[in-house]
């Protein structure tokens, strides 16, 4: 006779500790959870975990006490215990040498606390740049239900009679203090401005393009991604999110059913018609990989090719994310690229995007254009391919200027970030408009993890001078609120020993956005030597950044760690 199969372990019995005796585990468990005040009715509730990134080192999250009050409210109206915990916060401009560096660290804390801890589903609550990519990494791989829930958008500020927002106009106010048509003093007060409301970039930033990428794959409760994160709907959105990972319990959809090829792709549409940030192009490809789906370079030219850019935000347009959020966000987005969607795709209420997308939405013309009318026709990255760049790189077309997109010009090459910052304001630096400025070894492998560092400033002589754009490339990236020419992600990097480190100040280079190339032109015989001479960083000693330098992947493959794959 067959043995039914044992009964499946819910909420707190689940994962016990190994002391060899379950029973006793479960005894134990229980007595420690009742020494928090937890009655015997509410410890046999399915368990809700919620995933809470609150950290006095983190601005964009300093809403995480109230979202999680919030999510727990939901979870309890649904009959479940929600339990929080803590897990990595990383915050953009708080972490050295870069939070990319540590994002696959959260996702391995992430993934570990989601399997070891007793839960029937999560609530993952992020929001700063690398959080979101970190929980769907971790959500992608753990494999429980899970829904994901952002902090959401700071407000746009008025300021003598504009609007500032963190970060793209940080940038162009720092652009013009170092071409001296911005004073110290108005510097100063612009700083006290940029940031003034809880939340995260309020730009079409990594930030932004990753809540909206997020909601495209299905993993966020629809029409969320872009509520301002001090809105009473952000709240509510809280509030739902903790009652919807209640529902999955007892009808589990898990994230493997809900990032496939077919969601991959129609996140990496989103992604071009939102003229969204390259960084998210990476954390894409690190969520997919957990799944393995792979992110096919050409695919991506393909569907740039075909996919207009309908978000008109800045760092490309005017708006800011309150108004893509009025306009009908991402809801709206996905309406007007109907017919280029895979409309079998389920989000995590089980609905298909088909019938999601039965009724028209309201949408504001002024931010979210109709397809007629496009900001661009054709999306707003393109790889490039070619003898410098083998395994690729990746140009934001829709922040370039269209007069550089066919260059053929000198390099001028920068050794890594220190070199960078001793040479590029030195008055005597040989350098014009025309030529091409590189910088290397700031990649995933390099010791400077991948910074956001791609916005080579215009040297400082150029600057004072009225150039606001060359044609820059690097192997690290860009923040997603900057714009320029400015290549990204090369690879291999140097670091890897690709091309890029054989480059030397002098080289011609020719980027052709044409052509979709982008050649280092220098004879076989001149690499060789240069090859030969060429030595690979020394590896660190150990702790994480030897765990890095021994397993990170390059920029093509996600950056993810070989062995989370
Ligand atoms: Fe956190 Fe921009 S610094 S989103």
Request: hydrophobic content about 45%; aromatic content about 4%; overall charge negative.
């Amino acid at each position: 006779m067959t043995q039914a199969p044992p009964p499946k372990k819910h909420g707190l019995a689940r994962n016990t500790a190994g002391y060899g005796d379950p029973d006793f585990a479960l005894y134990l468990r229980r007595s420690f959870a009742k020494s928090m005040g937890y009655s015997q009715a509410m410890l046999d509730r399915p368990v809700v975990g919620i995933v809470d990134t609150g950290s006095d080192y983190n601005n964009c999250h300093r809403t995480l006490p109230d979202l999680v009050e919030a999510t727990k409210r939901g979870i309890l109206a649904a009959g479940g215990l929600p339990l929080a915990f803590p897990t990595v916060s990383l915050c953009e401009p708080s972490l050295f040498p870069t939070s990319m560096h540590y994002r696959n660290l959260a996702a391995l804390d992430t993934e570990a606390m989601l399997f070891a801890q007793p839960m029937d589903a999560a609530v993952l609550i992020g929001g700063c740049d690398k959080t979101v990519p970190a929980q769907l990494m971790a959500a992608a791989s753990a494999d429980i239900p899970c829904i994901q829930l952002v902090t959401g958008p700071m407000l746009a500020t008025p300021f003598q009679g504009e609007r500032l927002s963190a970060c793209t106009d940080c940038r162009r106010y720092w652009a013009a203090y170092r071409a001296g048509t911005v004073s110290a003093e108005k510097i100063a007060g612009i700083e006290e401005r940029l940031a003034t409301t809880a939340g995260t970039c309020g730009v079409m930033g990594t930030a932004s393009t990753m809540a909206c990428i997020a909601e495209a794959l299905g993993m966020m409760p629809p029409n969320t991604a872009a509520i301002p994160a001090v809105h009473a709907e952000r709240l509510r959105a809280a509030e739902e999110a903790g009652r919807l990972a209640t529902q999955l319990i007892a009808h589990p959809i898990r994230p493997s059913q809900i990032i496939t090829a077919h969601a991959v792709e129609n996140a990496l549409r989103v992604l071009l018609s939102l003229g969204g940030s390259t960084n998210a192009l990476i954390h894409l490809t690190a969520i997919a990989g957990r799944r393995g789906i792979p992110i096919d370079l050409n695919r991506l030219n393909h569907l740039s090719d075909t996919t207009p850019v309908l978000v008109d935000l800045k760092p490309t347009g005017e708006g800011y994310m309150e108004d893509f959020h009025a306009a009908g966000g991402v809801p709206a987005l996905l309406w007007e690229l109907r017919d280029l969607l895979h409309t079998d795709a389920i989000d995590v209420t089980g609905t298909t995007l088909a019938e999601r997308l039965r009724e028209p939405v309201f949408v504001d013309r002024r931010y979210i254009r109709p397809r007629a009318e496009p900001v661009s026709p054709v999306g707003g990255l393109v790889a490039l391919f070619g003898s410098l760049a083998p395994r690729g790189a990746i140009l934001k077309r829709s922040a370039a200027t269209p007069s550089l997109f066919e260059t053929e010009a000198r390099a001028l090459v920068f050794d890594g970030l220190e070199d960078l910052a001793a040479r590029i304001d030195d008055p005597d630096l040989d350098v014009t408009d025309r030529d091409i400025l590189v910088l290397k070894n700031a990649g995933p492998l390099s010791p400077a993890g991948m910074p956001e560092a791609g916005y080579l400033p215009i040297p400082k002589k150029l600057a004072r001078a009225g150039i606001k754009d060359m044609v820059r490339m690097s192997d690290c990236r860009m923040s997603g609120t900057a714009f320029g020419t400015i290549v990204l992600h090369i690879a291999p990097e140097a670091a890897a020993g690709g091309p890029l480190a054989l480059a030397e100040t002098g080289d011609r280079i020719r980027l052709s956005v044409k052509d979709r190339s982008l050649d280092l032109l220098v004879d076989e015989p001149t690499l060789a030597a240069r090859r030969a001479a060429w030595h690979p960083p020394a590896v660190p000693k150990r702790g994480w950044d030897r765990l890095v330098a021994e397993q990170v992947l390059q920029a093509d493959e996600g950056c993810d760690l070989a062995i989370l794959r």
